[in-house]
């Protein structure tokens, strides 16, 4: 198990000093100076109350949005000076939504390929690659399916499916449980942390869910903008779950 | 699914609007073969009938309207002399509304010049002499008059009988009606003038030559002007105004079509902000972005303009059998016409996604992918 609990020897993902993010031309600080380690497969979940700022701390680690002020490194590069930031998010990461956010006029299987477009792969690869992932994540038999025939907990994995595209060694996901019952809920954690430890793949994941937040390495607290605490898992998560 | 897929995709979302844009981009295109066509169809066919009566060189009066002033037929003596010249004879034509035809050409040659040579009666007889009081009518003319070999026809208060049809080898010339100078000048109360001279030339006469001998007929007949056949078309003011208002009418059609489109893509582009969010998060560049809103558009100018080059040519064809056109023209649908049209409006496809494509590949992925 020593291998899935990180420690301050492994390098780290993403670094955050003094992040901070503001809008509407700086009357909302949504960040007000973040300090955040996450290291190489770790699971690191994210909580706060509502308005805290998790999702555009995730944004910002994401490079869907840029940093007002303060340094972000992903693997020592800066996120915000990236020259290619379409081929980070691409290849670097896989993002996973609240909503799913998935392209209603495209098949399940279409949907899944949509980030492969950046990948250099030919169309056979492409589609071979989508019905792999799409079976990974038991959704084989629905590639046809347009994401308005899916059920919540279905759409989420076919979102999950186009995160991995391109293979990537991290994966942020925000409250991705969050439109789902609880069964489907389990289903879809129970995906993330088959990545985590199956592939070793770098989680962020921010949760409202005491419960999950318990299952990762570290859980950090938000308010206001601001990490609070962080707690360090005594017990490693994964060996306790199934 | 290739990229090609994403982009027919985005375009049959909205099928309706698609298909109105697509309306409004053919139509366009197709006043633009329409007209565009008809200027052309007019000037090759004056061209080929030059060609058919053997005519190197034409004498008018450029200034006047439609059809060049009068002036006294004795010019034509006094160019005839000049050195280069093989043959001369002269016209008097007028495009004029003749009984129900709106515009019908009617030409009156003198008596035994070259431009008869090419006619063949196709029914009835030739005219006998100058002066015998009757017209013979190209094919066409016939036609569109209404008129067999007995008939009488109306010039202007004169009633003349119809003793021939003829083929004149061109539209042009099967448009007409034919007669000879004497009446034509007796009937136009235009005795003693022309508003032509034909000249043919020595045969192997260069190029110099035959600017020379234009200079020297200006001297002659200052008012006029020299033109060689193949330039006819360029130098005569009713041409060049047919061909400048063809453009205008294509250059606002062509107008209407990128407002059209360009409306339709920037639609298309606001109401998919969120799906170019979702593209732009999940790592599209934005390059490829802005190339399939361009590419969308480009198909919608591709598809306007096939429908527009099929349109215009139904309509150039139905233009062609009406009477107001029978005779006077025959449209070129060319197939050069038909690819430039083409072209045409993928550029203003391409044009007018060009805005749309830029502010779609400024969004703010967490911006976009939240509205
Ligand atoms: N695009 C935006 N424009 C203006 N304010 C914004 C924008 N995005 C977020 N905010 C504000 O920034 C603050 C943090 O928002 P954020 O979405 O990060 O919170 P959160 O912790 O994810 O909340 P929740 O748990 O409800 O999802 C909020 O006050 C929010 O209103
Ligand atoms: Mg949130």
């Known amino acids: 198990m020593a291998e899935n609990v990180p420690s301050a020897s492994t390098p780290t993902v993403y670094e955050a000093r003094g992040l901070k993010k503001e809008f509407d031309g700086g009357k909302v600080a949504a960040l007000r100076g973040v300090d955040l380690d996450v290291r190489e497969g770790e699971f690191v979940a994210i909580t706060g109350p509502s308005g805290c700022g998790k999702s555009t701390l995730l944004q910002l680690l994401g490079s869907l949005a840029l940093p007002s002020e303060g340094t972000l490194n992903f693997r020592g590069r800066s996120i915000p000076d990236m020259p290619d930031p379409a081929h980070y998010r691409s290849h670097d990461i896989g993002f996973v939504f609240q909503a799913f956010h998935l392209l209603p006029t495209f098949t399940v299987l279409e949907n899944v390929q949509i980030p492969m477009f950046e990948g250099g792969l030919t169309k056979a690869q492409r589609k071979d690659r989508a019905v792999e992932l799409l079976e990974s994540v038991g959704l084989g038999h629905r590639l046809t399916h347009f994401p308005s025939e899916l059920s919540g907990g279905e759409r989420q994995r076919v979102a999950i499916a186009r995160g991995l595209a391109n293979g990537p060694s991290v994966v942020l996901a925000d409250e991705p449980t969050g439109n789902l019952d609880s069964a489907n809920a389990e289903q879809i954690l129970e995906l993330l942390l088959k990545l985590h430890r199956d592939r070793k793949v770098t989680l962020v994941l921010v949760t409202h869910d005491l419960g999950i937040a318990g299952l990762a390495t570290r859980t950090i607290r938000m308010k206001d903008g601001r990490v609070v605490s962080e707690t360090s898992s005594s017990t490693p998560s994964l060996a306790n779950h199934p | 699914m290739t990229f090609f897929t994403i982009v027919t995709r985005g375009l049959m979302r909205r099928p309706v609007r698609t298909g109105l844009t697509l309306a409004g981009i053919s139509i366009g295109i197709a006043a633009v073969v329409a007209l565009v066509g008809m200027a052309w169809g007019y000037e090759k066919s004056i061209g080929k009938q030059l060609d058919v009566i053997g005519i190197d060189m034409i004498v008018s009066n450029m200034t006047g309207g439609i059809m060049p002033k009068t002036f006294d037929a004795s010019v034509e003596d006094k160019i005839a002399q000049l050195p280069k010249i093989k043959e001369t004879t002269s016209l008097l034509m007028q495009l004029i509304s003749v009984e129900d035809a709106p515009m019908i050409m009617v030409s009156g040659r003198k008596w035994g010049g070259f431009t008869w040579h090419q006619l063949k009666v196709v029914e009835g007889r030739m005219i006998k002499d100058e002066h015998e009081p009757a017209v013979v009518l190209g094919r066409l003319a016939a036609e569109v008059l209404k008129k067999k070999v007995g008939d009488t026809v109306q010039l202007d208060s004169d009633e003349l009988n119809v003793v021939g049809i003829v083929d004149g080898g061109s539209v042009v010339e099967n448009g007409a009606i034919i007669l000879s100078l004497a009446v034509m000048q007796k009937v136009t109360l235009n005795e003693g003038k022309v508003n032509f001279i034909d000249i043919r030339l020595q045969p192997g006469t260069d190029k110099d030559a035959v600017t020379e001998t234009a200079a020297e007929i200006k001297k002659i007949f200052p008012e006029g002007r020299a033109v ?17 208002m063809s453009w205008s009418t294509s250059i606002l059609a062509i107008t209407v079509g990128i407002l059209g489109v360009m409306n339709t893509m920037l639609m298309t582009v606001f109401e998919r902000t969120h799906e170019i969010g979702i593209l732009l998060a999940v790592g599209w560049r934005r390059q490829r972005v802005m190339l399939m809103v361009l590419c969308e558009s ?63 590949s400024r969004l703010s992925p967490a911006v976009a992918i939240q509205s």
């Open chain 2, 298 to 360: 480009a198909l919608l100018g591709l598809l306007g303009g096939i429908l527009g080059v099929i349109l215009g040519a139904a309509g150039l064809m139905i233009m062609e059998t009406t009477p107001a056109i029978k005779g006077l023209l025959e449209p070129d649908l060319s197939p050069r016409l038909l690819i430039i049209s083409v072209i045409i409006a993928v550029v203003v496809g391409l044009i007018s996604g060009l805005y749309p494509a830029w502010r779609s």
């Open chain 2, 228 to 244: 060689k056949a193949s330039e006819v078309v360029g130098t005569s003011q009713g041409f060049r105004v047919a061909r400048a």
